[in-house]
């Protein structure tokens, strides 16, 4: 018995198509061209059904080199795991087939060498433009498919001294509105929780809001810096900033740590006015929020929100199962409104660099009701 593989059947080419239809290449061409005036009606019948019985797929990469147009477009990854990423990537891909793009999706995996070599690659296969949602990535690594070079659009965060459009989540508004709601909502300790920043500008920003909304509440500010009194007398709440790296569990575990520590001395009645501190954690997005979920049910278990509130920047599904408060992200079209930027330039806009930051909404659950 034969145990050679079989052979994957010939594609049909053109030039199969051409002798099949009795014509030459050239007529075949602007058929595939829709140039059907120059072609006769019988000549033109020929052609269909040649196609038709050789099941011929034109190759429309080949076609559109030669036309100086491939239809395709890059976007890199930093995270694909993150529900933010997945739902900006649905309206990235809503938009090309609104628009007749394909995108190439290369993911990153939060690591800033391999953003560096999918970029390199996507400048092989010829891109007409590129999305970037990037970790690490550098002005100089961007610059060969930003200024002067192949259209960019950067999602989320910018890079320093990279000109060139971006869109994303307006981060200081965001941070605004999430900080007003816990100090409205009567929250004396108010925890900032966030990834490393200092080479995230989208981060950064949403740190310095915070820092900036508890510094100028007219009580005791951020980090426990004193400002006075606050409206009517009142002492303002506290704010302090926590780093939890998750990609180190060693750094992860002492900064719950620390917060643990934090949440237990606000469960402890105060001695003097016999109340208990109310405690908020803010988390910069849903990664985060979710690491602190977990840690918190696994302490203090199900009823864990009787002890600290949790509010969020991302609407993860998970977010209303469990009462948190959140700030939604407008994602689906964070993606679509990207797309559309590169669209119009690959079609030759020459417009001064446009951000657009769109709004957040607040979201408000059982979590910073209680």
Same mark, same amino acid.
């Given at each position: 018995?034969?145990?050679?593989?079989?052979?994957?059947?010939?594609?049909?080419?053109?030039?199969?198509?051409?002798?099949?239809?009795?014509? &030459?290449?050239?007529?075949?061409?602007?058929?595939?061209?829709?140039?059907?005036?120059?072609?006769?009606?019988?000549?033109?019948?020929?052609?269909?059904?040649?196609? !038709?019985?050789?099941?011929?797929?034109?190759?429309?990469?080949?076609?559109?080199?030669?036309?100086?147009?491939?239809?395709?477009?890059? @976007?890199?990854?930093?995270?694909?795991?993150n529900p933010y990423?997945? #739902?900006?990537?649905?309206?990235?891909?809503?938009? *090309?087939?609104?628009?007749?793009?394909?995108?190439?999706?290369?993911?990153?995996?939060?690591?800033?060498?391999?953003?560096?070599?999918?970029?390199?690659?996507?400048?092989t296969y010829r891109?007409?433009?590129?999305?970037?949602?990037?970790?690490?990535?550098? !002005? #100089?690594?961007?610059?060969?498919?930003g200024e002067g070079?192949?259209?960019?659009?950067?999602?989320?965060?910018?890079?320093?001294?990279?000109?060139?459009? @971006?869109?994303?989540?307006?981060?200081?508004?965001?941070? #605004?509105?999430?900080?007003?709601? =816990?100090? !409205?909502?009567?929250?004396?300790?108010?925890?900032?929780?966030?990834?490393?920043?200092?080479?995230?500008?989208?981060?950064?920003?949403?740190?310095?809001?915070?820092?900036?909304?508890? $510094?100028?509440?007219?009580?005791? &500010?951020?980090?426990?810096?004193?400002?006075?009194?606050?409206?009517?007398?009142?002492?303002?709440?506290?704010?302090?900033?926590?780093?939890?790296?998750?990609?180190?569990?060693?750094?992860?575990?002492?900064?719950?740590?620390? =917060?643990?520590?934090?949440?237990?001395?606000? &469960?402890?009645?105060?001695?003097?006015?016999?109340?208990?501190?109310?405690?908020? =954690?803010?988390?910069?997005?849903?990664?985060?929020?979710?690491?602190?979920?977990?840690?918190?049910?696994?302490?203090?278990?199900?009823?864990?929100?009787?002890?600290?509130? =949790?509010?969020?920047?991302? /609407?993860?599904?998970?977010?209303?199962?469990?009462?948190?408060?959140?700030?939604?992200?407008?994602?689906?079209?964070?993606?679509?409104?990207?797309?559309?930027?590169?669209?119009?330039?690959? /079609?030759?806009?020459?417009?001064?660099?446009?951000? *657009?930051?769109?709004?957040?909404?607040?979201?408000?659950?059982? $979590?910073? $009701?209680?």
């Amino acid at each position: 018995m034969s145990t050679t593989p079989l052979a994957a059947p010939r594609r049909a080419t053109i030039t199969d198509v051409a002798r099949e239809a009795g014509t &030459g290449k050239t007529s075949i061409s602007r058929y595939l061209n829709g140039e059907m005036s120059v072609l006769s009606p019988a000549l033109r019948a020929r052609i269909e059904a040649a196609i !038709e019985r050789l099941d011929y797929q034109p190759n429309q990469m080949a076609r559109g080199l030669k036309r100086g147009r491939n239809r395709l477009i890059g @976007m890199l990854l930093a995270d694909l795991t993150n529900p933010y990423t997945v #739902e900006v990537l649905q309206g990235v891909e809503a938009a *090309c087939q609104a628009l007749g793009l394909m995108p190439l999706i290369c993911h990153a995996a939060n690591e800033v060498e391999m953003e560096r070599r999918y970029l390199q690659l996507l400048t092989t296969y010829r891109v007409e433009g590129v999305i970037v949602n990037a970790l690490g990535v550098h !002005e #100089e690594t961007l610059r060969p498919v930003g200024e002067g070079g192949i259209p960019a659009v950067l999602v989320d965060r910018s890079v320093d001294g990279l000109v060139t459009d @971006m869109v994303g989540l307006d981060n200081r508004a965001a941070a #605004e509105l999430g900080t007003r709601h =816990l100090l !409205e909502s009567g929250f004396d300790d108010i925890w900032f929780v966030v990834q490393p920043f200092e080479q995230v500008s989208s981060r950064q920003l949403r740190e310095a809001a915070f820092r900036e909304v508890m $510094s100028g509440q007219g009580g005791e &500010g951020h980090d426990g810096g004193t400002s006075g009194k606050g409206e009517g007398g009142k002492r303002g709440a506290r704010g302090h900033t926590l780093v939890l790296n998750l990609a180190e569990p060693a750094a992860v575990e002492r900064a719950l740590a620390e =917060l643990d520590r934090a949440i237990d001395a606000a &469960g402890a009645p105060d001695a003097a006015t016999r109340k208990v501190t109310r405690l908020a =954690l803010f988390a910069a997005n849903a990664p985060v929020a979710l690491r602190l979920a977990l840690h918190l049910k696994a302490r203090y278990g199900a009823d864990w929100q009787a002890r600290v509130a =949790l509010l969020s920047i991302d /609407d993860p599904e998970w977010a209303e199962l469990t009462g948190i408060t959140t700030i939604r992200q407008p994602t689906y079209e964070i993606g679509y409104r990207a797309v559309e930027f590169l669209h119009e330039r690959i /079609d030759g806009v020459q417009t001064t660099a446009r951000d *657009c930051l769109l709004p957040g909404e607040l979201i408000v659950r059982a $979590s910073t $009701s209680r």
